[in-house]
């Protein structure tokens, strides 16, 4: 099956810096989304990048699906963004899509 | 907005028991799906439906069994707990195209001892 690395796995960042999270994956895929999951669990939906660059606020995604690659970019970050960042690839299967999900980056931001 | 609701936030049941996780969603998706997470594993499919009364297995089905009567809800089913079944269990739900985007209730730990 397709693989999806993350990397890195742990970050710590001081508040107000930026940061780069990189997904890997090992074949071509539908689509790809970011999450991100908060200290209780909650996954929220960051991005559904196919491809090209996204921005929302303090957060821009950039998938090239060429190279099989999606970045994630975090800038002025706060104590809030801390938690765990999961790329997860989409594969079309008969009706529907399944997702892979990479392991994750364990973020967190200090004061 | 999406929602997507979870029956229990946290469980606790003994080896052996029959266990049941109820998932919601009210944005009328013909996809729903079912994942348990652990740590250092990620997300991990276990099985998924595209439609009423259908299911199909995704990479780690073994223990468990599902059900979808209603278009609404999909409930996943644990026929006899054993301790390596304790996890996070997530559910989520997309539509049948063009967009798949999935989207996540808040989660179940369950606990078997």
């Known amino acids: 099956g397709i693989q999806v690395e993350q990397s890195p796995p742990d970050l710590i960042l001081q508040e107000g810096a930026n940061s780069t999270l990189r997904c890997n994956f090992s074949?071509?895929?539908?689509?790809l989304q970011w999450f991100h999951q908060n200290p209780w669990g909650q996954l929220i939906n960051l991005f559904y990048?196919?491809?090209g660059t996204k921005q929302n606020g303090r957060l821009s995604a950039t998938t090239v699906a060429t190279e099989r690659y999606s970045l994630l970019y975090i800038s002025s970050s706060q104590t809030t963004d801390s938690g765990v960042y999961f790329c997860?690839?989409?594969?079309?299967?008969?009706?529907?899509?399944?997702?892979?999900f990479g392991t994750g980056t364990q973020l967190k931001v200090e004061l | 907005d999406v929602k997507v609701t979870q029956s229990s936030r946290y469980l606790v049941k003994r080896t052996g028991e029959k266990v049941f996780l109820e998932c919601v969603q009210d944005?009328?998706?013909?996809?729903m799906f079912w994942y348990r997470q652990d740590p250092g594993l990620g997300l991990r499919l276990i099985y998924f439906?595209?439609?009423?009364?259908?299911?199909e297995k995704g990479d780690i089905p073994e223990g468990y069994s599902v059900s979808r009567e209603k278009k609404e809800r999909f409930s996943l089913i644990l026929e006899s707990a054993s301790t390596n079944q304790t996890s996070m269990y997530l559910c989520?739900?997309?539509?049948?195209?063009?967009?798949?985007?999935?989207?996540f209730g808040p989660g179940t730990r369950l606990t078997v001892t």
């Open positions: 989520a739900s997309s539509q049948q195209g063009p967009v798949y985007e999935q989207y």
């Open positions: 074949d071509s895929v539908n689509n």
């Open positions: 990048i196919p491809s």
């Open positions: 997860a690839v989409e594969i079309l299967t008969g009706g529907g899509n399944k997702l892979t």
């Open positions: 944005m009328d998706h013909e996809n």
């Open positions: 439906s595209y439609d009423v009364k259908m299911k």
